[in-house]
Nanobody
């Protein structure tokens, strides 16, 4: 049974930084594709960043140069370092994992989701 547990959200002023963490458990075979998604009130869920089993990363244009996705395999932990935060980054952030044919920023590709962690930038 795959479980994903996020942490690290909070409130920060514009220009500040936060680091989100996602601990994964329940995978018994090769590393999955893992991603961070976010959803603001009244908006659709959007992909933020993804990392595949080889460590290749992809980012939404809106966060390139500001956010960094990484993972520590021995700890089964996914991270999202968020710098230069903007008010438009305010959203619930979700960790997701699966083994899709391609590791993309498409929410439909992911079966497993965490409960989310709130990020508020003022």
């Amino acid at each position: 049974h795959v479980q994903l547990v996020e942490s690290g959200g909070g409130s920060v002023q514009a220009g500040g930084s936060l680091r989100l963490s996602c601990v994964a458990s329940g995978y018994s075979y090769r590393q999955p594709c893992m991603g961070w998604f976010r959803q603001a009130p009244g908006k659709e869920r959007e992909g933020v960043a993804a990392i595949d089993d080889a460590g290749v990363t992809s980012y939404a244009d809106s966060v390139k140069g500001r956010f960094t996705i990484s993972k520590v395999i021995r700890n089964n932990t996914l991270y999202l370092q968020m710098n230069a935060l903007k008010p438009e980054d305010t959203a619930m952030y979700y960790c997701a994992a699966d083994h899709p044919s391609a590791c993309r920023l498409d929410a439909d590709d992911y079966l497993y989701w965490g409960q989310g962690t709130q990020v508020t930038v003022s």
